[in-house]
């Protein structure tokens, strides 16, 4: 069984970091690529970053580009998202996402929320 699950979430004054994380059990996750997204109450689920399995190319929203950083241990099974410089609009649960063929996987989610 495919599973993935997030941590890393908090709260965090505008201007601060945090480091998400993303890992996989139930097959091997350097095969494919992976990617971040996230979803604010009442809105559509947005893609915030992607990762080839190597990891040698990514790809990022532009409200989230030069700020955020996607990475990832293939030993460890793990994908990260550095975020830096966050802002009170980055406030919201964030998910990795896995898609091998067909099938789509999602973690559970992590909350982040930006705040004074």
């Known amino acids: 069984q495919v599973q993935l699950v997030e941590s890393g979430g908090g709260l965090v004054q505008p201007g601060g970091s945090l480091r998400l994380s993303c890992v996989g059990s139930?097959?091997?996750?350097?095969?494919?690529?992976m990617s971040w997204y996230r979803q604010a109450p009442g809105k559509e689920r947005e893609l915030v970053a992607t990762?080839?399995?190597?990891?040698?190319?990514?790809n990022y929203a532009a409200s989230v580009k030069g700020r955020f950083n996607v990475s990832r241990d293939n030993v460890k099974n793990t994908v990260c998202l550095q975020m830096n410089s966050l802002k009170p609009e980055d406030t919201t649960v964030y998910y990795c996402?896995?898609?091998?063929?067909?099938?789509?996987?999602w973690g559970q989610g992590t909350q982040v929320t930006v705040s004074p």
């Open positions: 139930g097959l091997a996750c350097s095969t494919y690529a």
């Open positions: 990762i080839t399995p190597s990891g040698g190319v990514t």
């Open positions: 996402k896995l898609t091998v063929g067909s099938y789509t996987y």
